[in-house]
């Protein structure tokens, strides 16, 4: 096989062409499912039209319409072209030979509302150059053209749908790019960690993946429930001007207009220390069966080989610019306690208070809600998973921003990905010292490498990374020092949440 013979793969759908790349071979922009336009919109993703001729692979396509992302002050901004022909996936390969690699497929966060698989940030380079494995990075549809629940309108949880199709994808034509179809590993990062956890629930996902890696899942942001969704439907037709008769004119509006919409019923559902999006998965008994925690508890895919972590103060990406935070009084820091627990709060939130040299509302607040929101969840998973006899890696990412960010929400990515040339314009990780960044970088990358090869995360680089057990609850923490701490999240503290 020549060097341009190397770059043409068939698929079931058509010929790519791809690009070398850094001595890899990339394929961009590649579709699979058609372009959910015109009478597609708000249908669920359809078949995609074979093609004749060589289909160009080379440039990312557009991202999904969307509005400016929530956590660009620590992320760092971006603009690229966006339309609703946005279903494609990135795909990076060693060579597209026989050889059967491993896959990794990254499923991108973003509150279901902003982001794009084809994001730089996001790039399989290096985990295909240093793993020899092939990545694939997918696109699905966001906000409300993607989780609007409108009856007549949208039957929502599209997005989900999206994903499936691209791991169908994936089965159906990964063998062609190098690599091996029965071992795949979905890694996601806050909705995409999420998304997985609801993949893994899904008979319509069952067998598409053998491994996952959750990275800042949000088990305490609940489905929304029918009803709700309903609700928050109706409240977008308001904000357009619709009533309800003529709701079926979503279906044609302009998607900006829609993107606007969506931003306006955002804040208008804001609620103080509350950062979950109105558009937002649902449980429809169908798509999406019933609540994903005791789903995984009961056994739900327990099959799957299992990754799972949060980072230590998930909420300071989200509370240090909220500018309701800072002004709010005790009574409505200690309310927000209450209602977490009704019964029992104060001795929490004492022992919040203490356990923080500096106990400002945001350290306060970020501390009870990355626990309710992401800790306690992703715990409970492994929990139930070491019930079941089957083993989870926990992990948990303390490393400090130098500018102030703390070990926020999205910063451990940088790290995983090992790529910090694409995250030159990212506030969280501006200052970080480049021997430490670089030592931690190569840790963890070389982790999510091997659990994807093997189910394991250990490496030689990295100390030994036991399993979680009730008994000890090893968790393998990532900081300017790597190791395995037992209970990290605390017996105390741990307690009130047993009820």
Known sequence: MTMIDDLVVQTKSGTLRGARENGLTVFRGVPYAAAPVGELRFAPPQPVAPWRDVRDATRDGPVPPQGRSRLAHVMGDFERPQSEDC???NIWTRATDGKKRPVMVWIHGGAFSSGAGSLPWYSGERFALNGDVVVVS???????????CLPGVSPGNLGLLDQVAALKFVRDNIAAFGGNPDNVTVVGQSA??????????????????????????????????????????????????????????LKSLPFAKLVAAQGEVGR?????????????????????????????????GRDID?????????????????????????????????????????????????????SGNAALLGDLMTDVNFRMGSLRFAEARADQGRPAYVFQFDWQSPEGFEACHCIEIP??????????????????DPKVASGLAEAMHRAWIAFARTGKPDHPGLPVWPAYRREDRMTMRFDTMI?????????????????
């Open 415 to 432: 790290f995983v990905f090992n790529n910090f040339e694409h995250w030159t314009d990212a506030p969280m990780v501006k200052g970080a």
């Open 268 to 300: 208008l559902e804001k609620k103080f220390a509350d950062t979950q999006a109105p558009f937002w998965p649902v449980i429809d008994g169908d798509v999406y069966p019933g609540e994903v925690g005791p789903a995984l508890a009961a056994g739900a």
């Open 483 to 499: 190791g395995p701490v037992s209970d990290l999240a605390g017996l105390n503290w741990r307690t009130p949440w047993t009820r």
């Open 138 to 148: 997918i696109n699905y549809r966001l906000g409300a053209l993607g989780f609007l």
């Open 192 to 249: 995409g960690g999420a998304s997985i956890s609801i993949l893994m629930t899904m008979p319509l996902a069952a067998g598409l993946f053998r491994r996952a890696i959750l990275q800042s899942a949000p088990f305490g942001r609940p489905a929304r429930t029918l009803e709700d969704s309903h609700r928050i439907g109706r409240r977008f037709l308001e904000v357009l001007g619709l009533k309800p008769e003529q709701a079926d004119a």
């Open 87 to 89: 279903l494609t996936l």
């Open 306 to 358: 299992v990754m799972v972590g949060t980072t230590r103060e998930e909420m300071a990406a989200f509370y240090g610019i909220d500018p309701d935070i800072p002004k709010a009084d005790a009574a409505a820091i200690e309310g927000v306690f209450a209602a977490m627990f009704k019964t029992g709060h104060r001795a929490v939130y004492d022992e919040t208070r203490r356990m923080r040299a500096s």
